[in-house]
């Protein structure tokens, strides 16, 4: 039963490898430039991914000297959009991205925080912060989205603690705590619920809760578990009951945590699990960073790719796809492979960078499905969504679900519309959600049988921020120059506005309310010395930076 359960929940993958290095996945893109530098035999290190207010979809990746932003929108044909010298050379470097803002260190040099503002998208990225006033170098950051918080783990200015920074205003982080932690050497952490897992490698596993960020309270450990290793990184199933963590030790097997009583966290053998690509020869395999999205974990390997387990029973995860990007690889020498694996994006597509041969992008590979797809669009009217869909064919096709998500991963069903049955001819489908969400709205199509199989259309992206319809009428003025505020379109629903002005250190300058009734607003930037400013409006529920220049 439960192989029957994996093979359903993949959307009915081919039962048989795709070619000798995967299972159910292949790739469909890949970037790599063999003219940059080398460290230590390698030329990669960490990968995130992004999807834009139109959907368009990029892969941020890091190199020895640089920081790579490409647009994958079309994955075949990777699109270079920008890249920033970080000031120094690094094996390290980390990436995460919070609204329109992307962040990255590096664990080598003096390069501090570098800020990207990604809403200039598809056409350019913007450096528009970089700042080693807290900390020269770390090894990790993690962004917990629900406080705005960035939390940045073993640095140099407080190795065995933590640096943590508002986002309130995203261009210019305001460090709010420096906060010594038990367990010594803060290696990587993941934050949920105000709740922080750390890897304090060769110490363990400890849990804090930061309610108080300046003096955080511990709530549980785990120093000692079988196969113990050096305690990498880890990740929250969706639950929250069961944390997925890697040892980044040579033989030592991916781990399943109960987490759900705290003071009592326990992993046993059977919670142990690992890539076997070159058994019974060798079983010394090392996994790097897992990602979990539902009930899949996709691990980031040294050596052995992109693999990806079924974690629904934790007694019992079976692996049910991998894509090998180091296939020539014959032993576990070294420390090459996947650095990481990013699963998030809309699309399904997931990406991965490979220390030696850079981006990879990859798709599941699935048997052909009873529908043949030609359009799934959507766009947003009056304040509904309009979704329309086509399709070529139809075969024992009973009816789509309509399903909805905030993240693009947790979907769901708000609707249905029932299928052609049989059909040869095009037909044409539409369904329109009257109440949408704030902000991005993902939505996909569950397409079932009669006999009650399923299968998922592409995922789509639809805007419902209606604050958008708010711009700037220039954002780089002279000094004294008043900055005016303007109402495009419809803003039903905002009411009044909340205006404040800080600057690039998060100071409030000016603050003020916008009613309805006044499509344009001045505002004085009377005593402003010259230098970046944030706006930030609020209103309706909703909340947006709009960054400003004053020029001499």
């Not at 073993?154 to 210019?172: D, E, K, Q, T, Y």
């Not at 009930?295 to 934790?314: L, R």
């Amino acid at each position: 039963m439960k192989s029957v359960l994996a093979f359903c929940f993949w959307g009915c993958f081919a039962l048989s490898s795709y070619a000798q290095d995967s299972l159910n996945m292949r790739m469909i893109g890949q970037w790599d430039d063999n003219t940059l530098p080398l460290r230590a035999g390698g030329a990669y290190s960490d990968i995130w991914g992004y999807t834009d207010g139109n959907g368009n979809e990029y892969a941020i990746i890091g190199s020895i000297e640089k920081i790579h932003f490409f647009n994958i929108t079309n994955p075949s044909n990777p699109v270079l959009i920008d890249e920033f010298a970080g000031g120094n050379q690094s094996i390290w470097r980390d990436i995460k991205t919070f609204s329109h803002y992307a962040y990255a260190v590096a664990d080598e040099g003096t390069e501090g925080l570098m800020i990207f503002d990604l809403q200039y998208l598809p056409d350019s990225v913007v450096l528009v912060n970089q700042t080693n006033t807290h900390f020269n170098r770390c090894h990790n950051i993690f962004i917990d989205e629900e406080y705005n918080r960035l939390y940045v783990t073993g640095s140099n200015a407080n190795p065995s603690g933590l640096l943590i920074f508002n986002l309130v205003v995203p261009g210019a982080p305001s460090l709010i705590a420096a906060p010594q932690m038990t367990g010594g050497y803060s290696h990587d952490l993941f934050v949920r619920n105000d709740t922080a897992y750390l890897s304090h490698g060769n110490t363990g596993l400890y849990i804090y809760k930061m309610s108080s960020p300046a003096s955080p309270t511990l709530l549980g450990t785990l120093t000692t578990y079988p196969e113990k290793g050096y305690n990498h990184s880890s990740w929250l199933t969706k639950d929250g009951d069961h944390l997925v963590f890697c040892d980044e030790t040579k033989g030592k097997g991916v781990k399943i945590a109960d987490v759900s009583d705290l003071t009592d966290i326990t992993v046993t053998t059977s919670n142990i699990f690992r890539s076997t690509l070159l058994a019974p020869l060798h079983t010394n395999s090392v996994a790097h960073n897992p990602f979990v999205k539902g009930d899949t974990v996709f691990i980031s390997y040294y050596h052995d790719g992109v693999q990806v387990f079924d974690i629904s029973n934790p007694d019992n995860v079976v692996r049910v796809a991998y894509y090998d990007t180091e296939p020539n690889n014959t032993d576990y020498l070294g420390w090459y492979g996947s650095w990481g694996v990013y699963p998030y994006l809309p699309s399904g597509r997931i990406i991965a960078s490979d220390i030696l041969h850079g981006l990879i992008i990859m798709e599941f590979y699935a048997a052909p499905l009873p529908v043949e797809w030609l359009s799934f669009e959507g766009e947003l009217a009056e304040g509904e969504v309009l979704l329309h869909w086509s399709t070529a064919t139809e075969t024992n096709n009973a009816y789509f679900e309509v399903e909805r998500s905030t993240d693009g991963m947790e979907f769901s069903p708000i609707g249905r519309v029932e299928g052609a049955l049989e059909s040869t001819t095009t037909r044409e489908y539409q369904f329109r959600d009257r109440n949408p969400l704030p902000g991005l709205n993902y939505y996909r199509l569950r397409q079932v049988d009669l006999d009650g199989q399923a299968g998922f259309s592409k995922i789509l992206s639809v805007e419902n921020k209606e604050i958008e319809h708010i711009s700037l009428k220039t954002n780089v003025l002279q000094t004294g120059q008043p900055l005016f505020l303007e109402r495009r379109g419809e803003v039903n629903g905002l009411g009044v506005i909340q205006l404040n002005v800080a600057n690039a250190e998060g100071g409030l300058m000016r603050s003020l309310s916008w009613t309805a009734d006044h499509p344009v607003i001045e505002i004085s930037t009377e005593g402003f010395s010259p230098g970046t400013y944030y706006l930030l409006l609020e209103g309706g529920g909703k909340q947006e930076s709009l960054p400003f220049v004053l020029v001499r």
